[in-house]
């Protein structure tokens, strides 16, 4: 080995950086170092966080290009084998950079140089982070001593950055629960039904590795079944990893988790650890760093979690598995429910996937074998589901987009004193503005999209596009004639909540999206206080639509679903129905006579008809056959390339060139024969932010043969992106197109 510019021997290290280029990078390093742990190099002009993941003997270029390594870091143990395996799988598979999956799956505090060096790194973040909560655990054995104050009370001054989900090695947090959330009583398991325990024994049957496709219907108690296989797990010493799609599906999981574990003597503050992206870099390097020590036998999380480090991993659960929010939409583009799934074959361990709706693709391998399947067909209340009501609007005078019939019988059901959901997928207040003179509509100047019309309390009123993010002032008179007379078109959820507070003023409303959640903490608020029975109307959007247990709600009206009904993707009506079957659910969940009216121009498609009948499996059937028709997936594999630039002509020429190098180089690609590569076409909303947008689809019958494709033509794309003037990404099993 050379010796370094101190005399010192130097091994070489081959480390994954998280830079935009193909391939690792070899150093040489004073110290002894591991696969799998992280050391600072400099790279260019500045100093970057890497993980070492060969210790070749020689290295890849020319000796004396070969940098020094500038600092191991060693406040961690290295990574395992296992994880590593997971990320070099991702990175194989989504066609990435190996240190652009490693790195972003850290905390952000251990993939920042800056938080090591310097006078205020004393020792790097996982150090500092452990003498807070030392001080923090001082603090209130302080309290806890003081007579008159309880010690559950937090101290007066807290560092922000320290989460209360428990203190890494130090024992359970106090008693404001993760993400300061109130302490839950214990509660006694109610006890399961028939089907529920027997799809407790068919999971626990399972020895070691096996997916379980749990599929029951809204209110069947999947949840119960959920905690029941965990406790099974954790009994035996092993660590539950639980995936919701959504942030704000985590509290009231926790609860739940925290209830049950209290329950049966385990100590659920050290138990329990949650992890998403609304958590601070404090907070969500605690959780992971309990995760990683195997502190936290329970770490529940959204999509983030599946690639955090667990060393006695025993069951994997992904609950409402067809929800697209698995899906990363940038970055690394991976869906954590099928990197559950093979990490759990990985494993060795089972996993669980639960829907009431499962996705195709997983119904599918159920029906053909390669996952179990096990049903819970009946709530598990003995209430039965909900009458689904047709209203056929083509010939109804709307008022406000609201039917007579369902006006009508929204005031039965708040006359009962029973909650009403009002469904409309659509946030703001309209979605154009328009003139009436000259036909200006509110056009967004950097999308080929509108700019939404948003009215909030105590603010002006703004058109904001819910593309690029752009804002503007609501013009005094029309842009183009000068007319006063702007009105809005179409209905979102504020004009929903401002119209139905005009027509039931002695009602108490809530509305619930996006905008009404943006701070932290709000969306928790809101949904304690429908299920308080603070709220008589719920307007929402999907964010209402699943996971939720509103005990009262009596009614569910849906506005606006014809608009997913003719969409260009092949998935809009598998995506329509699942939302429609997971919003009609949230009704009469604890009492008799629920119902769900829908209004449509179209009460005849086979997406409704099957909804009416709460139909899933006859749903499933009709649209599988229409796929392998088409040969769609799930009978097909598909990756998706879209070129952006800052003219379309630019974008569609680099894809028409990157479809023609398989053709010209026949002999890179002998799998060539099994892949189908489309034409290049612009997206439906061609500019966002001033970039202009095209795609080009690739599919084959064959998963090993596209994944072969991919491997070379990644090669070949990068290569031409660097001298083309467009950036790219490629998605593997893309969930939208």
């Avoid at 039965?384 to 039917?403: C, H, I, N, W, Y």
Wanted: net charge neutral; aromatic share 6%; charged share 25%.
């Amino acid at each position: 080995m050379p010796p370094t510019p101190e005399g010192r021997e130097c091994r070489y290290v081959r480390v994954a950086l998280d830079v935009p280029l193909p391939g690792l990078f070899d150093y040489c390093s004073a110290q002894a170092v591991e696969i799998g742990q992280r050391v600072i190099v400099p790279f260019g002009r500045r100093d970057l966080v890497g993980m070492v993941v060969d210790l070749p003997a020689a290295p890849a270029v020319a000796v004396e290009h070969v940098k020094a390594v500038s600092m191991v870091l060693d406040d961690l143990p290295a990574m395992p084998g296992d994880w590593l395996a997971m990320v070099d799988f991702a990175a194989r598979y989504y066609q990435r950079p190996l240190g652009e999956v490693i790195m972003p799956a850290l905390p952000p505090p251990l993939r920042k140089a800056g938080a090591y060096t310097g006078q205020r790194a004393a020792g790097g973040p996982v150090r500092r982070l452990e003498r807070r909560l030392e001080k923090q655990r001082k603090r209130l054995e302080r309290l806890a001593e003081q007579p008159g104050k309880s010690p559950d009370e937090p101290p007066e001054k807290c560092d922000p950055d320290s989460a209360a989900s428990g203190h890494p090695g130090l024992g359970p947090a106090p008693a404001g629960g993760v993400n300061g959330s109130d302490s839950v009583p214990a509660i006694q398991a109610p006890s399961l039904n028939d089907e529920q325990r027997q799809a407790v024994a068919a999971i626990a049957a399972v020895e070691g590795h096996g997916v379980v496709l749990l599929r029951g219907i809204t209110g069947s108690g999947k949840t119960e079944v959920y905690l029941h296989a965990a406790q099974r797990v954790l009994a035996g010493g092993r660590q539950v990893l639980f995936l919701v799609p959504e942030i704000n599906l985590t509290p009231q999981l926790e609860r739940a988790l925290r209830a049950r574990f209290d329950a049966s003597g385990a100590d659920a503050a050290g138990t329990l650890a949650v992890l998403h992206s609304g958590m601070s870099d404090g907070e969500r390097l605690e959780a992971w760093l309990r995760a990683f020590r195997g502190e936290a036998r329970v770490l529940l999380g959204t999509r983030m979690a599946i690639t955090a480090p667990l060393p006695r991993l025993g069951l994997i659960i992904v609950d409402e598995e067809h929800d697209a929010s698995y899906k990363q939409q940038d970055g690394l583009r991976y869906s954590a429910r099928d990197l559950a799934v093979w990490r759990g074959h990985d494993r060795g361990v089972p996993v669980v996937l639960g829907s009431a709706t499962p996705s195709l693709e997983s119904w599918n391998h159920a029906m053909q074998g390669r996952y179990l399947r096990v049903s819970l067909t009946r709530r598990a209340r003995e209430v039965a589901l909900p009458a689904v009501r047709m209203v056929d609007t083509r010939r109804l005078k709307l008022e406000q987009g609201f039917s007579p019939q369902l006006l009508d019988a929204m005031e039965r059901r708040l006359a009962l004193q029973e909650q009403v959901l009002v469904f409309i997928n659509r946030r703001g207040y309209a979605p154009v503005l328009s003139c009436t003179s000259c036909g200006w509509v509110s056009q967004c100047s950097r999308c080929t999209a509108y700019s939404v019309l948003h009215r909030l309390r105590g603010r002006a009123a703004r058109l904001q596009c819910h593309h690029c993010g752009g804002q503007a002032p609501v013009p005094r008179a029309c842009p183009d004639c000068g007319d006063l007379d702007l009105k809005p078109m179409g209905r979102g959820t504020q004009r929903i909540e401002e119209f139905l507070g005009e027509r039931f003023p002695e009602a108490r409303i809530a509305r619930i999206d996006a905008d009404s959640t943006r701070l932290k903490g709000s969306a928790a608020a809101l949904f304690s206080q429908v299920h308080q029975g603070e709220v008589d109307i719920l307007v929402g959007t999907q964010m209402v639509a699943k996971g939720h247990d509103f005990a009262n709600l009596g009614l569910v009206g849906v506005l606006n679903a014809d608009s997913m009904l003719f969409a260009q993707d092949f998935r809009a009506p598998e995506r329509l129905f699942a939302q429609l079957m997971q919003v009609a659910g949230r009704a009469g969940r604890h009492r008799v006579g629920g119902e769900v009216m829908l209004q449509t121009d179209y009460p005849d498609q086979p997406v409704y008809r099957a909804l009416q009948r709460h139909d899933y499996e006859g749903f499933a059937q009709y649209a599988l056959d229409e796929r392998k028709v088409l040969g769609l997936p799930p009978y097909s594999y598909q990756a998706l390339l879209v070129a952006e630039g800052r003219e379309l002509a630019h974008a569609l020429q680099f894809l028409n060139d990157v479809r023609k190098l398989p053709e010209e180089d026949a002999g890179a690609y002998p799998m060539l024969g099994h892949i189908m590569l489309y034409d290049p076409v612009p997206l439906r909303v061609v500019r966002v932010a001033n970039i202009e947008r095209a795609q080009l689809l690739v599919e084959s019958h064959s998963r090993p043969a596209l994944q072969r494709f991919l491997a070379q033509w990644s090669e070949d794309l990068f290569r031409l992106g660097r001298e083309s003037r467009v950036r790219y990404s490629l998605e593997v099993d893309p969930f939208e197109i």
